[in-house]
């Protein structure tokens, strides 16, 4: 298993929110791609079914920094400081998949933009641009 890839696992590892979720990420090359599977204690509206979006919102975030803890090592997880979602269609009872672009990772700030989208990747159910506080990579 590469460094990226164990990096990638123990933060997946010490996120317990992430275990509730059921989600999981991919890594190929340097490209990650989150998955959340489907699951019954994820649907926020019953009648269409649909994702809640507290859900989608919680997978945005967490893509986001997983993927950051592939690029920018470190013993605790980055903090968020700002986050912004679009919700742009209702997300089905349907596997997600989410990736994450790192638009700009200075020395302390992190800018990332996160799309997630169901059966088609140019078709997204929602979006997150964000601002993460790095930790330092000797940081515990």
């Keep these: 298993m ?27 090359g340097d490209e990650m791609t989150a998955v959340l599977p489907f ?6 509206n019953t009648m ?20 950051l803890s592939v690029v920018q090592p470190s013993a605790r997880v980055h903090k968020t400081i700002d986050v912004t979602i679009e919700y742009l269609r209702p997300g089905r009872a ?22 997630a989208w169901q059966d088609r990747r140019d078709k997204p159910v929602a979006a997150l641009r964000g601002h993460f506080l790095l930790s330092g990579p000797d940081a515990g």
């Design 39 to 44: 699951a019954d204690h994820l649907i926020g």
């Design 94 to 115: 349907l596997t997600t998949y989410a990736r994450a672009d790192l638009r700009k990772v200075g020395r302390r700030i992190a800018n990332v933009h996160v799309e």
């Design 48 to 67: 269409l079914p649909a994702l809640h979006g507290g859900v989608i919102g919680a997978f945005l975030e967490m893509t986001a920094l997983a993927q």
């Design 2 to 28: 590469s460094e990226a890839a164990e990096r990638l696992q123990a933060f997946l590892q010490r996120v317990p929110y992430i275990r509730f979720l059921g989600m999981r990420a991919e890594l190929a």
